[in-house]
């Protein structure tokens, strides 16, 4: 099913957050979700694009795993999407703590 | 194939409600998500969870798998009795289909073919192309792999569907260079490594996030790097210049004097390499020798008369 055989060569990968900005379509592409999803992910602060207009939204890359948590979170745990929001921060802060204990801990 | 014990993985009684079925199911979904838990095996957790609630939630499969009988024991070798269902009506069952896909050899001996046979007919429409789906996955290195831009065999499974129709588990393996300059919970994209598109469309995006391996000495938190450095107390106190590992190999620092425990020393540029690179901090851990000689102890009692000091006198007070 998968096209080429990958085995014998080495594949060059690139930071997926180091490319440019990503658009609304791009972000509905990613995750295959409809447009009215992704903006109910802004409005809850999950994704903060910068420009006002949906066409010129644009999305840090960095958002892409804050999306994909939130999203997971919602279709196993059955959260809305306040509490897929609030989640995302307290995971987030969460793994900076832990980052923090690790270092004190030595 | 091994016989799955749906209820001891769920952690309820053979005899247990179905309230009490969704409750355990829901507080066991919080503990092992993947996104949510710290727990190492939360994954394949998660995945076993969601594969017993996917057959006790439903009263006609937990039916069915109920009369295989009770003399079963988990990881025991099964294969499903012929016509073993007969009787039950899956067809159209409700599967929550969120990671159905993961589900175990057991589980499809008794309720997967039918639904994968029904749900694959989107092949044969004609002149409809699409570009095939981003994959997600996760990719565990070493720190130092971000530093010499290794590379790195990554083996994924997948399923996919043979010509007999069944669902098949297959692995593959890439050889992926490690870009330089990654940092924890980035992506590595690999164009079109991701699912196939359909008929002309190009396969979609693969994206292994990344995650470091816990490293004895280093710690990396963003683009910055921390270090534990043991000095002597003469070496903090008088200053000195010590040779330090770093994952860029190894440099000289120098430890300028009245230095005390605890202390950062950063040595800029030293962290993960970028456009603007990290920096690397060493965390000076003062190492007290051992008073196990004459020696040693008669030093000890010269530096007590010549300091005059009793710290513990000093704490308190604010």
Request: with cysteine; proline share 5%.
């Given at each position: 099913?998968?096209?080429?055989?990958?085995?014998?060569?080495?594949?060059?990968?690139?930071?997926?957050?180091?490319?440019?900005?990503?658009?609304?379509?791009?972000?509905?592409?990613?995750?295959?979700?409809?447009?009215?999803?992704?903006?109910?992910?802004?409005?809850?602060g999950i994704a903060e694009p910068s420009g006002n207009d949906p066409a010129q939204l644009r999305f840090r890359r960095i958002s892409v795993k804050r999306v994909r948590c939130a999203l997971h979170l919602q279709r196993d745990l059955g959260v809305n999407t306040a509490?897929?929001?609030?989640?995302?921060?307290?995971?987030?802060?969460l793994e900076r703590l832990r980052a923090r204990l690790q270092r004190l801990d030595g | 194939?091994?016989?799955?014990?749906?209820?001891?993985?769920?952690?309820?009684?053979?005899?247990?409600?179905?309230?009490?079925?969704?409750?355990?199911?829901?507080?066991?979904?919080?503990?092992?998500?993947?996104?949510?838990?710290?727990?190492?095996?939360?994954?394949?957790?998660?995945k076993e969870v969601g594969e017993a609630y996917e057959v006790l939630?439903?009263?006609?499969?937990?039916?069915?798998?109920?009369?295989?009988?009770?003399?079963?024991?988990?990881?025991?070798?099964?294969?499903?009795?012929?016509?073993?269902d007969g009787g039950f009506e899956?067809?159209?069952?409700?599967?929550?289909g969120g990671d159905a896909e993961h589900f175990s050899d057991f589980f499809e001996s008794l309720f997967g073919q039918r639904e994968f046979h029904g749900g694959y007919s989107g092949r044969s429409t004609r002149g409809f192309n699409a570009r095939g789906e981003d994959a997600f996955a996760k990719v565990v290195i070493d720190l130092e792999d971000v530093f010499t831009g290794a590379k790195k065999a990554v083996t994924l499974t997948h399923r996919e569907i043979d010509a007999d129709g069944r669902p098949v588990t297959k692995d593959r393996t890439l050889n992926v260079?490690?870009?330089?300059?990654?940092?924890?919970?980035?992506?590595?994209r690999l164009a079109k490594q991701g699912n196939p598109g359909l008929g002309d469309g190009e396969s979609g995006d693969l994206l292994l996030e990344v995650q470091f391996k816990p490293h004895p000495r280093y710690r990396a938190e963003g683009k910055n790097i921390f270090l534990d450095l043991p000095v002597a107390p003469w070496e903090a106190a008088l200053g000195a210049t010590v040779e330090v590992p770093t994952p860029g190999?190894?440099?000289?620092?120098?430890?300028?004097?009245?230095?005390?425990?605890?202390?950062?020393l950063r040595l800029k540029g030293r962290g993960i390499p970028a456009a603007s690179p990290g920096d690397l901090y060493a965390v000076l851990q003062i190492a007290l020798p051992k008073a196990d000689s004459d020696a040693v102890r008669d030093a000890y009692r010269a530096l007590e008369k010549a300091a005059q000091l009793?710290?513990?006198?000093?704490?308190?007070g604010g």
């Open positions: 099913m998968m096209a080429t055989d990958n085995r014998t060569r080495t594949l060059a990968g690139e930071i997926f957050e180091e490319d440019v900005d990503l658009s609304l379509a791009d972000l509905c592409r990613l995750f295959r979700l409809p447009a009215e999803h992704v903006m109910e992910l802004v409005e809850e509490g897929a929001a609030l989640a995302v921060e307290l995971l987030e802060e | 194939m091994e016989y799955k014990d749906y209820y001891a993985v769920m952690g309820v009684a053979k005899d247990a409600g179905q309230d009490e079925i969704k409750r355990a199911y829901r507080k066991l979904a919080r503990k092992y998500h993947p996104d949510v838990s710290s727990e190492p095996d939360a994954e394949d957790r998660f939630k439903d009263p006609e499969k937990r039916a069915a798998y109920d009369q295989l009988g009770a003399n079963w024991k988990a990881g025991q070798d099964f294969k499903a009795p012929p016509d073993w899956f067809k159209g069952g409700d599967f929550t260079r490690i870009p330089k300059g990654i940092r924890q919970g980035q992506h590595i190999g190894s440099v000289d620092l120098k430890i300028p004097a009245g230095s005390s425990g605890g202390q950062k009793e710290p513990s006198k000093q704490t308190g």
